[in-house]
């Protein structure tokens, strides 16, 4: 089997706004074959420069893009094809979207090996350990406090055993801070799990004053509070922290996992396929889980990437929970034909069918391709 072609396609909706909602657009990746079998992937990045990443022509042997790179490559050797996409981005793409691209492909990849060999990825990747998961809401906080607790009370009432609330007006004050998590504690209620996404605000004493002021809400995880390469303050900020800290949804590189856990001591890491690709997803998570430390996914996009993650989160032994992306975007909800839905007790399945278990909604991709 032969690589015949890969394409980037950039969707978005009509209006694209400041708020940190992945849901406003995305890249997906299509591989095709001579076998007529096609695997699709997406990319959590900025789309427009991932897909230039994917169309560059050949510039030289270790400059080009990844279509070039990978042309008339055997699609079920994946980790051939990922060294290949590494030397194409060698001077321009070692991290960042570069990464983020092969990431895209990566995943498409396993789609592929899936669909041939007919099992779903995460028996390729040798699980289950799981095939179900508890799905936490995955949403920003309101605008107020008022709008934060309505939203709460509104998940809770939907099935959701869990909701976390990210970015939007957090950090912008201590009174204003406390206000956002009294107000979601409020609305989730006793016996829900409340998880806040800082959203990179604060230095590590500003965080780790805030880990203590939240832990009276009883706070499952306080998440990205720091800038990503701030691992030295990530080591005090979890020396010191009463709950979990939580991070590691941008890095892509399987070194980068390792310094975060080993040197920043995270309790929780967030592989994101969208950013590292499933590979890298279930070996770090692998390592996260040989230092005691539990694998959550970071997954703000469509059905697609949600897909990814549920195979990865099966084939690593230290899981618990999932995210949940609930944002109201048709990119979320629409673009795969599969719904995806939590059941009655708040779980998430993992798709059994050959490869992600996905397939596109070609109306949907033609509506919002740019």
């Not at 051939?80 to 995943?107: E, F, K, L, P």
């Not at 107000?183 to 806040?196: F, K, T």
Request: hydrophobic share 40%.
């Amino acid at each position: 089997m032969q690589i015949t072609d890969v394409q980037a396609y950039v969707l978005a909706l009509p209006e694209i706004t400041t708020a940190c909602d992945g849901t406003q657009d995305t890249c997906l990746i299509r591989v095709d074959t001579d076998a007529g079998i096609t695997g699709w992937g997406e990319v959590d990045s900025c789309p427009s420069v991932v897909k230039a990443v994917v169309d560059a022509p050949l510039s030289h042997q270790i400059c080009t893009g990844l279509r070039h790179a990978l042309l008339g490559a055997d699609p079920l050797a994946i980790e051939v094809c990922m060294q290949r996409m590494d030397q194409a981005t060698n001077y321009y793409g070692r991290t960042g979207a570069g990464s983020h691209a092969q990431a895209g492909v990566n995943i498409a990849l396993w789609d592929i090996l899936g669909k041939a060999c007919g099992k779903p990825v995460y028996q390729l990747l040798g699980g289950p350990y799981k095939t179900r998961f508890r799905a936490y809401c995955s949403i920003l906080f309101g605008d107020t406090p008022q709008e934060t607790g309505e939203l709460a009370a509104h998940y809770r009432a939907q099935g959701f055993t869990a909701i976390k609330f990210g970015w939007g007006p957090m950090g912008k004050s201590e009174a204003s801070d406390l206000a956002l998590i009294r107000a979601a504690r409020e609305g989730a209620g006793e016996e829900i799990d409340v998880l806040v996404d800082a959203g990179q605000v604060w230095d590590w004493k500003t965080a780790l004053k805030r880990a203590q002021q939240f832990a009276d809400f009883n706070v499952f995880w306080l998440e990205e509070p720091l800038r990503p390469d701030d691992v030295e303050g990530y080591r005090r900020l979890t020396a010191e922290s009463p709950i979990p800290i939580a991070a590691a949804e941008a890095e892509s590189r399987f070194d980068e996992f390792e310094r975060l856990v080993v040197d920043g001591g995270l309790d929780w890491i967030q592989p994101d396929p969208g950013r590292c690709g499933i590979s890298n997803f279930v070996e770090a998570g692998r390592m996260a889980c040989r230092h005691n430390r539990r694998v959550v996914n970071h997954s703000f996009k469509s059905g697609v990437t949600l897909a990814a993650s549920l195979h990865a989160l099966a084939a690593v032994p230290n899981t618990e929970v999932c995210e949940f992306c609930m944002a109201d975007s048709p990119l979320r909800h629409e673009l795969t034909n599969e719904i995806f839905a939590i059941d009655e007790t708040g779980y998430a399945t993992v798709p059994d069918r050959p490869g992600l278990g996905i397939s596109i909604n070609e109306d949907t991709l033609r509506k919002y391709q740019q």
